[in-house]
């Protein structure tokens, strides 16, 4: 416990050495001639900006309260850019702390609203090994000593649910009222400071200097609280303490570039202080990761894995074995036996169906002479028959129908003696019309199936390439699925768009509590509810940035975001913009009603 404050004090004489320093370093760039001091305010600009750049986000600002028409002066522009890029940093640090506590936040108010049994499961079961043997062995030792009963061990996780959601839900309060207040600051002088902000610059710090007061006083008590309680560890029990501005002419309409250096740093000193404090208290409050969740899914996997390596390793060659070899051979004829019979020869069939058509036509026309050969044959036999047993010429154009009735009634003449009529009569001339005819029925009968079969060529060979089909088609949706496993709001998938318009609904609801706040004077509330409201716009906006410019109407949607931001716009014409939002715009609409 000695170490603690012995380290609070280092930590405190080290930041109070490093702001003397610079301000000592102030004093003398502008004690210098003016060539030299330009030179030497460059250096320091330059090293300003790059720390600034180190901790600022790849992205870009949820806009700012600030007046559509710039300034024309290039001086007052710089000026002006300059102060923005502060405001922009506070922001920016404000958004990323409130969105580190919110997500947990969400995880522990998940966990509330679950039964008893599932907060007891989760206090034993999703806490890791190390809470595992801890909760049981209390739970063993209260049941043979005191005989508690499984309601204990419930009350227990729900305090210790309840607790860290107290904590977080007073940071989440906290950081938003923060965000409100200069929000509404910058919307108030937001147009006096593009103008001239050398006169408003300093009259805005001491405003941010003061709600760093302000949210020092709100989230002390914390500290307090921390102390008070046994289930979280002390590894967090600073207490958070800002530094103020120091006594630099705060009365005066203007200040020197020093003094407002001075300013500028003590405010990103106290943006460093803030999002180290935030750090750590989120750190002892946090939720579980995935691999203390679901530790014991994973050990049962290790197990399982180490169980079947071993007895990989009996089969293997180290162990004098073919099996794993054997079954590698196999597996790779049974694969390539399945490429050619469902991928390769479908496919050549397919081909040769497709491209071979002249060459099979040419020999089904071959086979319809052939068969009109038979035919002739057929006709010219009937005819030679016929005039035979009629004894008289009959026109060439007789039908075979007719030709085949006169050489069955003298068929069934002849059959009334066969012997007799085998040797001298018609019975045999008979006998092979007749084979002529079954002949030709043959002919045609093949002609006709042979036309079925090569009509359902492609049919064949498309069901022959159906196993392989499917099996593409599967790892081809597990493939995509992979690619589209991000369900986070600024994805692409159809749970990424439902999440946009969750955003939606989610600043929807808070504009109404906002109000309600208002309504009922609960002044306090509703500031916090509109930092709240504000951090929801700055995920939504970039939530939907890539989509919109993708689609070309980032342009209007970013206007209504920011107009939904607006601290003096009426909440009836904030949630007529939200219900348009919904029904307008493409990446925020549903995904039936796009397609």
Known sequence: ??????????????????????????????????????????????????????????????????????????????????????????????F???????????????????????????????????????????????????????????????????ERIAVLTTLRSSLATFLAEMYMEVDRCGEELLKDPERVLPSLLLTINGLFSK??????HLHAMRQRNSSIDGSCSFPLMFEELPEVNQEGSQWTDCEMRDAINLVYENLHKLDTYISLMVAKHQRPRKVTVYWIRYTCGAVGLSVCSLWLLRHSSLMGSPDIDNWIREARDSTISFFNDHVEQPLLSIRDE????????????????????????????????????KGQKLPENASDQELLEIVMARYEKEVMHPIQNLLNGELAR?????????????????????????????????????????????????????????????????????????????????????????????????????????YTLDRLYHAVERHAKATGEWQWLRQDIVDLAKPGLQTSYKLIVTSRMERVYDCLLPSLKRQ
């Open 1 to 94: 416990m000695d170490s603690k404050p012995a380290q609070d004090e280092s930590t405190s004489v080290k930041t109070l050495f490093a702001f003397y320093s610079n301000y000592l370093w102030n004093r003398l760039t502008t004690s210098v001639p003016s060539s030299d001091s330009k030179f030497l305010g460059k250096i320091s600009n330059l090293c300003n900006q790059a720390a600034r750049a180190g901790s600022r986000r790849r992205r870009a600002c949820f806009p700012l309260p600030l007046p559509s028409n710039s300034p024309d002066s290039p001086l007052v522009m710089t000026e002006a850019s300059r102060v923005v890029d502060v405001l922009e940093d506070i922001m920016e640090h404000m």
């Open 96 to 162: 990323t702390n409130l969105h580190n506590v919110q997500k947990n936040l969400n995880f522990w108010q998940s966990r509330a609203e679950g039964s008893n049994a599932r907060k007891v499961y989760f206090k034993v079961f999703e806490r890791g090994p190390r809470a595992f043997a801890s909760e049981t062995f209390q739970f063993l030792r209260e049941w043979f000593t005191e005989g508690s009963s499984i309601q204990h061990l419930s009350e227990s996780a729900s305090a210790y649910i309840y």
């Open 215 to 220: 949210l020092e006083a709100s989230i002390g």
């Open 354 to 389: 497709l491209f071979d058509t002249f060459r099979k036509r040419h020999k089904g026309v071959m086979e319809i002479e052939e068969v009109q050969l038979t035919a002739n044959s057929l006709h010219r036999m009937l005819l030679a028959f016929s005039e035979q047993t």
């Open 430 to 534: 008979a006998l092979l019309i007749q084979v002529q005819k079954l002949k030709l029925d043959i002919e045609t009968a093949m002609l006709e199936l042979d036309q079925i079969l090569r009509a359902n060529e492609i049919n064949f060979a498309i069901l022959a390439a159906l196993p392989a089909f499917f099996l593409s088609l599967i790892l081809l949706m597990l493939v995509r699925a992979w690619f589209k496993r991000d369900t986070r709001a600024e994805g692409r998938g159809r749970i990424a768009r439902l999440q946009r318009r969750l955003l939606i609904v989610e600043v929807e609801k808070r504009i109404m509590q906002y109000q309600t706040y208002i309504d009922n004077g609960k002044e306090k509330d509703a500031e916090s509810m509109y930092g709240l409201v504000l």
